[in-house]
């Protein structure tokens, strides 16, 4: 059984559309990510399934209960703060069992699963201290401990590892995919920017973009898994935003469709695609795409002069200038050989391109498997 | 020495010669209290020749008593009404979303700008149809809220993290249960900040009393000493307003010493919050 749904939901603040046409299934025990820039309305999004927003229109639905009107309380689920949002005048213990006394459970109850919790979450030895007492990282434990004490049926995780340092957060992460693989049949909703959280979280990524962008269309840009969003992105928009650095994008033109795909007109020269443009008009204009990744340097028949060369010791990026009128290209490469003005060969491969239609649509890639 | 030593030595030279300056009244009022009403007529010496507590024992005779246990009765209840309704006032117009809340806090403001003397007359109208006059009561009820406090109380929930609340709201908390067991708790140092100004305002408050209050045995502390001053100002008897003086402002001094931690920290609400 689906155990959130989301059908055709929308949330205006003041009569301005925030989300619009959102629609979405997540399954028992599925960790979906959120995930888009700032202002697109992924914290609203998990704010709306937690009742603390109320749904401008649509159907919102728990385990098959519709909770349009159901207080956030009695909605089954947890919600883990981006600020923590812990009591500082109660103790740690306290903080945790507050939901239950809530709830009237027995003090015996309680207590059992509170210390459940503190086991987990290695969180027995802070029991009595403060949340004034506490670092950064077991304050996060203690919010998470918070959520796990109520079994709820929906996790919802709001940026939870933004205020961590860098390997805290890495640590923090591991850490909240060993509990989604031990708490499997609860299904979570995670909000993050970060693509390496959504990437190496996620079993289904949603990735939203702001109601401006949006158009009166859905804010949803893409849903998919994560390597589908990385391989086979939807449109522009999510190509754009998946991967780091971003997709170099050039500007082409159909030239003519080919048994493998299609012949693009790049600067003058055809260069092949393999993608289904059956459905193009000739000349139709196009946006190519590759990721830095997925150039070949010193091979190919394009030229390019290295304008910038960010050296990460493990490989550089080279920033390539090579056509007036066309975007700079970035290069992913292990030779540490390259010089700054050098001019340097490369290659498109026609697999490794993607081509976008003038409105953003992608176009479905032939020889791209995924690997779902 | 360095120019940070200089700096330092510079600083607490000028904070020195400021305490000495704000606590030379305070000291003089205790020295004062200490002569006898001859040494205080020949002003020979600003320290008592032969110390006497003399003022404290004739001062602590008679009403003194009462109107100390008044004033006291009255400040507290003052003190914990005030607390409660700016407090609930502040809440509502820093959190709850209800048609007018712009005009109606800005009508507030507007209020504020009424000196007290423009509706001494009209209270004590309203206190004299109520059958309140020269009771506690009337000074109680007439001093029960303050704009100026709800205000304050008003910004300090506006930066108050909304998280915190809404978390409790996920808990299953409701807007009485969260104000008063996860809001209340969380403010205490605006509470505390509030409570000692509230106090010390009503306790050194003379203009209501001396217009609500016209029997002795009702009179608050501050009455009560310009019944002495007046009584004994001719003859000298400064050692006697002095000496009642200083021990009216005890209680405010042991209150502030009391609520002083809470008081220095009423910005310091974040360690629930990163």
Known sequence: MTQVILRNIALAYHGQPVLNDINLEIAPGEFCVFIGPSGCGKSSLLRLIAGLEEVSDGILSIDGRTINDVPPAERNIAMVFQSYALYPHMTVYDNMAFGLTRQKLARAEIERRVMEAARILQLEPLLARKPGALSGGQRQRVAIGRAIVKKPKVFLFDEPLSNLDASLRAQTRLEIARLHRELNSASMIYVTHDQVEAMTLADKIVLLRPAADAQGRSNVAQIGTPLELYHQPANLFAAKFIGTPAMNFLNASLAALTPDGISALLQGRACPVAVDGAELAADAALTLGIRPEHMVLGQGGWQGKIVHIEALGEHSYVHLDWADGQPTLIAKTQDEGLRLGETVAFALPAAALHAFRSDGVALRRLQFKPST | ?274
């Open chain 2, 1 to 274: 020495m360095s120019r940070k030593s200089y700096a330092n030595g510079a600083l607490y030279l000028m904070l020195s010669a400021y305490s000495l300056l704000t606590l030379a009244p305070f000291i003089w009022a205790i020295l004062t209290s200490l002569k006898s009403p001859r040494e205080i007529a020949e002003a020979a010496s600003v320290w008592p020749q032969a110390p006497t507590l003399a003022a404290y024992e004739t001062i602590l005779h008679g009403p003194f008593y009462q109107w100390l246990w008044n004033s006291f009765m009255v400040a507290t209840a003052v003190t914990l009404l005030n607390v409660l309704f700016n407090t609930m006032a502040g809440y509502a117009l820093a959190r709850f979303q209800f048609r007018g809340r712009g005009l109606l806090f800005q009508a507030l403001m507007l209020l504020i700008m009424v000196p007290s003397q423009v509706t001494m007359i009209p209270a004590y109208m309203i206190v004299a149809r109520l059958g309140l006059v020269d009771t506690h009561l009337s000074v109680i009820l007439t001093s029960a809220a303050s704009i100026a406090y709800i205000f304050m109380m008003r910004q300090f929930f506006v930066n108050f993290p909304a998280e915190i609340e809404e978390a409790a709201t996920l808990d299953g908390s409701g807007p009485l249960h969260r104000f008063f067991r996860i809001v209340l708790p969380m403010a205490k140092p605006a509470l505390a900040t509030q409570a000692i100004f509230v106090f010390m305002g009503i306790w050194n408050e003379f203009m209501k009393p001396l217009l609500f209050i016209s029997t002795v045995d009702n009179y608050l502390l501050t009455q009560g000493l310009n019944a002495v001053a007046k009584q004994y100002a001719k003859s000298s008897s400064w050692n006697l307003i002095m000496a009642g003086s200083i021990i009216s402002i005890l209680p405010i001094l042991s209150m502030y010493i009391a609520l002083n931690r809470r008081f220095l920290n009423i910005n310091d609400q974040s360690s629930g919050i990163k």
